[in-house]
């Protein structure tokens, strides 16, 4: 008799390894987006120490301890959240019927204006802090959208559902620092 395959040992082990690269990966790439926040100063030193200080943290208690807090995995999707949050209602402005799908998802009217409040009862629900001021504090929406411009931030402008145009940027950039 030949030796059985055992499919759950193999994805057991291929998901603790999982966590682990995730979380060194995570924290790794917010050290470096810190490092060149803090180098380039175009979104202010603050910001970006927090983010290497951050980085290190998680990393550094994942070393130490074998875990980390659940806040600092979550920080990166809370910064998406935030994103879309600002953004949802401008993507959403010609409703194709996409939306709906989600929208019902979040027990709300299945359409674009649905989804777009139900995303943002769901982020103010969960306890996710909106309003941006402190964190921005001296950053005005020119320097935010300049920085959304840059070549390195192309590809996530890119794969938007409507095309960002110039004044666009702008737009997004006052959004995201008046949220509250």
Known sequence: MGRSIRPFAALT???????????????????????AIVAGGSLGEPLG???LVAGVAIGGSYAVIGDTLPAFV????????LAMLATNDWNARDDDGRWAACAAALGVAPSAK?????????IR??????????????????QLAAQMRAPENLPMRQSNRRAIG????????????SQG
Not at 114 to 122: D, I, K, S, T
């Open 49 to 51: 120490w927090a983010c």
């Open 74 to 81: 979550y920080l990166p999707t809370a910064a998406v959240g």
């Open 114 to 122: 649905g989804f777009v409040a139900g995303f943002e009862r769901l």
């Open 13 to 35: 082990r291929l998901g603790e390894a999982l966590f682990p690269a995730f979380i060194l990966i995570a924290s790794a790439s917010i050290v470096a987006l810190g490092a």
């Open 125 to 142: 629900a969960v306890g996710v802090k909106i309003a941006l001021a402190e964190e921005f504090a001296g950053v005005s929406p020119e």
């Open 166 to 177: 110039e004044r666009d940027l702008l737009v997004i950039a006052e959004r995201v620092l």
